[in-house]
Structures are given as structure tokens and as C-alpha cells.
């Protein structure tokens, strides 16, 4: 069974950084780009950015850009997803997805609180 | 990179149908054959109903169908159905982006 598998609720400082991981279960990670998108809480979805495992290539919406860095590592079938200079606006899901030219399979969602 | 245009709201009878419009730009839905439509349930993750415009996953009821026009995308629910009372999200891509709609809540009567 394929499953994005993602890491536990955090709790982080303003101004600090929080790092999500992502890990594919069932299938090779270099399959598929992996993208990041978020949800504060009551708001809509909202897409960070996307990594390739392949070649490491990333692709940021502008708003994150400079503070956001997704990385993976083929040898544990991971993504993260690192994001710095955190604000009370930070404050969401973040969900990590597995795209094939749609996203056909997301994790369950990290809830990151910043306060 | 600008968020499409959904209503904030829809609502139908069960039996009824519901459709809900997603407007973006020559940049995105005008321009993209990759416009998906996303449901989802509180607390939960969300789940594809609709890709590629108006293609329909396994697994997925055919009570789902999408359809695009210009720079708006649609997707309808025929026979709306207790379950699919939810909020749902178009999304498209917008060359190597992705934008999102800003959500439909749509309530079941």
C-alpha cells in the first residue's frame, strides 16, 4: 500500500525554524515530485513549492521564497520540508503530496502551532 | 501567482445538483490542461475527485464531472449525497506552479 508518512505536531518559538519530513512508503520516491501545500487553520489549501527526488530541483510559490527549503533523501524514501523566520502566521497543516500532473496521494498533515 | 476564484458556498438537496466554478487567468486554467478538483472532509487530508478537467479517478462516483471554458473550470455533483457535504478545492497548474482555488464549502440540505 502506497502512504506519505509525515512527521509529529510541533510546537516552535517566533523567529525559529521548523523542519517536516515526508516518507514514502510502498513506492520509490524518485517516482514522483513531491510538493508542499498548507492550510491554516479555517483558511484554504495554499502551495509552498515542490522538489523533484530525482535532481533535487525545487520550485517555490514567491511568498516563500528565501524561507523555504525542500530537500530529499532517496536513501530513507524521505522529503522534508524546512521553513525559517517563523511568524504567528506560520501557524497551519502542512501537508506533503505526491504529484502526477495532480496530486494523487497526500500525507495525513503536520500541524506546526507558532507561538 | 494569484489564488482562482471559487464562492465561498453552495448547497443543494440530496438528489439535487451543485455546481461550483473555479475562475483563474489566460496563466493558468486558461492556458493548463491539468486543472484537478479536490474534496475535503474535516480533518481530513484531501482527496482528488477530478483531473485532467474532467477525468474521473477509480474509485471516484460518477456523480463527479468537471468541465473548463476559457479561464474558468467547473465541477459539478449530480445526486448530491449525504458524504458529500465537504469543501472542495480546483486547483491548476500555472506553468511550474500550482495555485489553489480559496475553497467551496458545499452543504448538503
Known amino acids: 500500500q502506497e502512504e506519505l508518512v509525515q512527521s509529529g505536531a510541533e510546537m516552535k518559538k517566533p523567529g525559529s525554524s521548523m523542519k517536516v519530513s515526508c516518507k514514502a512508503s510502498?513506492?520509490?520516491?524518485?517516482?514522483?515530485?513531491i510538493h508542499w501545500v498548507r492550510q491554516a487553520p479555517g483558511q484554504g489549501l495554499e502551495w509552498m513549492g515542490r522538489?523533484?527526488?530525482?535532481?533535487?530541483?525545487?520550485k517555490s510559490a514567491g511568498k516563500f521564497q528565501g524561507r523555504v527549503t525542500m530537500t530529499t533523501d532517496t536513501s530513507s524514501n524521505t522529503a522534508y520540508m524546512e521553513l525559517t523566520r517563523l511568524t504567528s502566521d506560520d501557524t497551519a497543516i502542512y501537508f506533503c503530496?505526491?504529484?502526477?500532473?495532480?496530486?494523487?496521494?497526500w500525507g495525513p498533515g503536520t500541524l506546526v502551532t507558532v507561538s | 501567482q494569484s489564488a482562482l476564484s471559487q464562492p465561498p458556498s453552495a448547497s443543494g438537496s440530496a438528489g439535487q445538483s451543485v455546481t461550483i466554478s473555479c475562475t483563474g487567468s489566460?496563466?493558468?486554467?486558461?492556458?493548463?490542461?491539468?486543472v484537478s478538483w479536490y474534496q475535503q472532509h474535516p480533518g481530513k487530508a484531501p482527496k482528488v475527485v477530478i483531473y485532467?478537467?474532467?477525468k474521473r479517478p477509480s474509485g471516484v462516483a460518477d456523480r463527479f464531472s468537471g468541465s473548463k471554458s476559457g479561464n474558468t473550470a467547473s465541477l459539478t455533483v449530480s445526486g448530491l449525497q449525504p458524504e458529500d457535504e465537504a469543501d472542495y478545492y480546483c486547483?491548476?497548474?500555472?506553468?511550474?506552479?500550482?495555485?489553489f482555488g480559496g475553497g467551496t464549502k458545499v452543504t448538503v440540505l
Open positions: 503530496a505526491r504529484e502526477d500532473w495532480h496530486f494523487i496521494l
Open positions: 510502498g513506492y520509490s520516491l524518485t517516482r514522483n515530485h
Open positions: 522538489v523533484d527526488p530525482k535532481t533535487g530541483g525545487t
Open positions: 489566460s496563466s493558468d486554467i486558461g492556458s493548463s490542461n491539468y
Open positions: 485532467e478537467g474532467n
Open positions: 486547483c491548476s497548474h500555472a506553468g511550474a506552479y500550482r495555485v
